[in-house]
């Protein structure tokens, strides 16, 4: 693929070419995260789990951490230590 020039509308709006959209399965409404380093740009895609993905995952993590010994008062500790620290 080669270089798109795109304009930025004066409200601040970019266009994203059809055949990058299509590549990069970009659809109205989709999240882009954006970086921005002296004069490079970068936007990537921002693909939320679905709720099966998140629900496995959620199970994967209590059964790590049931495995690892945890308990629900250890998060509730480690929650707390964390929002003081952050409150300093």
């Known amino acids: 693929m080669g270089v798109d020039v795109i304009r930025v509308s004066s409200s601040g709006q970019i266009f994203l070419p059809t055949e990058i959209r299509k590549k990069l399965s970009i659809a109205g409404g989709d999240s882009l995260a954006i970086y921005a380093s002296d004069e490079v740009v970068v936007l990537k895609p921002i693909k939320l789990p679905t709720e099966q993905e998140f629900s496995r995952w959620l199970d994967d993590a209590q059964a790590w951490a049931k495995e690892a010994g945890y308990v ?17």
Request: hydrophobic share 25%; no cysteine; aromatic share 0%.
């Open 72 to 88: 629900e008062e250890d998060v509730i500790g480690v929650t707390k230590s964390v929002r003081r620290k952050k409150r300093k």
